[in-house]
């Protein structure tokens, strides 16, 4: 399986993308804090898709799939706090990211469970 076919995979580097433009503009002092933390869990979404899809096995892909879904959760708190401390003014459209990111993971994790339980 191609992960860069998957549209989960491509949302999930748009949302890398947005997360490194916001964070981008995070205090100097958070460079080895919240922005390395918040950086680092936004690559790990779409490096588990990734890495599950080029794993020989369904059992290991929805593994993966987990972890990206863990890693997500990560991001979404970590936009929370960095609204929190007004390091960014509003975070409506990157929790709207967020929330279709986990929908298609959800949904990509459930099609593959149909397909191994036939």
Known sequence: MDHKELDVWKKS???????YKISAEFPASEIYGLTNQIRR???SISSNIAEGAGRNSDKELLYFLNVALGSLA???TQVEIALRLNFISTADSIFKQITEVRKLIIGFRNYINKKSNH
């Open 13 to 19: 580097i748009e949302l890398v993308e947005t997360i």
């Open 41 to 43: 869990a936004s690559v």
């Open 74 to 76: 990560e991001v979404e």
